[in-house]
């Protein structure tokens, strides 16, 4: 099973503040449907606090918390990051992404297989942050940039990592 994966960063590290995004960029949010669509998904609590305390449509979702007593319509809730594995792995999935947020990511990042990763060319100030991708052990395998438009304010590039 593939472990991926997927967040949108600027270039100082951030990805949130307050628990919310801190950009509005919708290529970006296309980008991670068109990645998502129809996959299994695990996030942290507070990531799915953020996007409204339900699971984004078509994509099965799990859960983590420490919290025994979490529940959620819909999902699947785990106290563990190895236990969302191991519910993807029961599952027979090929590929599970990994949403998020910053605590989650910290965790895997030493043992995921593939990142996507959207640059925002722009410096933010946030409370929550992408960890250092080292490229020891990544490599950077496609990237695609794009300048800003009508819609989306800042530059950006969609970049593909593989483990190496
Ligand atoms: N830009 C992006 O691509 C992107 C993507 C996702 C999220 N975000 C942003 O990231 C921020 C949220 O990130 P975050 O780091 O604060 O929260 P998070 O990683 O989404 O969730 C943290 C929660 O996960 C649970 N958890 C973490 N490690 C665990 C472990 N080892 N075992 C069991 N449970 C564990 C805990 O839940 P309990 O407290 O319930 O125990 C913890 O409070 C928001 O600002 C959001 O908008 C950005």
Known sequence: MTKIIIAAKSDNNVIGKSNDLVWHMPA?????????RGKLVIMGRKTFASIGN??????PTIIITRNPEFTAE???VVNNIDKAFELAEQDGADE????????????????ADK????EIKSTFEGDAFFPEIDKNYWVEVSRETFEPD????????FVEYHRK
């Not at 998020?100 to 030493?110: D, L, R, S």
């Not at 990142?115 to 959207?118: A, E």
């Open 28 to 36: 970006d949010l296309k980008f991670f449907k068109s990645k998502t």
């Open 54 to 59: 339900k699971p984004l449509p078509g994509r």
């Open 74 to 76: 819909e999902c699947r």
């Open 96 to 111: 599970v992404y990994i949403l998020g947020g910053a605590q989650i990511y910290e965790k895997t990042i030493g043992s």
């Open 115 to 118: 990142m996507f990763i959207t």
């Open 150 to 157: 009508e819609k989306n304010k800042y530059p950006y590039a």
